[in-house]
């Protein structure tokens, strides 16, 4: 059985290190991508099962990126979680219409963010 596919888009390179071995221990294949134009590339190769979208990127921030994807019929139904510094009462309506999975504020822990991987590309829960 093919690993299901985890890609994170955010310029942090910590909360990217420390996905990679978790998201790996979990047995996920981990893909990452430090700006929205190298989200837009990387699904031209290989589309992911879920997509960790930080808001502030460096170039195209993360709500235009996921408008543009969303755009395409083909990326359409790719589950998307949003992982922000940014408090979600304070843009949380912008992504409505976006529809997005889940909206997670940083700092965030790892055990609800996998949870909430798990819900999204439709696995059972862990316990």
Same mark, same amino acid.
């Given at each position: 059985?093919?690993?299901?596919? #985890? ?42 099962? #879920?997509? !960790? ?60 963010? !996998? ?13």
């Amino acid at each position: 059985m093919d690993k299901k596919i #985890v890609l994170l888009v955010d310029d942090d390179p910590d909360i990217a290190k420390m996905l990679k071995v978790r998201m790996e221990a979990e047995g996920y294949e981990f893909k990452h991508v430090g700006d929205g134009k190298g989200l837009l590339e990387i699904l031209n190769i290989k589309k992911p099962d #879920v997509i !960790l979208l930080d808001i502030m990127l460096p170039g195209m921030d993360g709500y235009s990126v996921l408008r543009e994807m969303r755009k395409n019929e083909k990326y359409v139904d790719i589950p998307v979680i949003i992982l922000s510094a940014k408090e979600k009462k304070k843009v949380g309506d912008l992504f409505i219409l976006e529809k997005i999975e889940f909206f997670i504020e940083k700092p965030f822990d790892t055990k609800d963010l !996998l949870e909430k991987i798990r819900i999204s590309i439709g696995e059972k829960g862990s316990g």
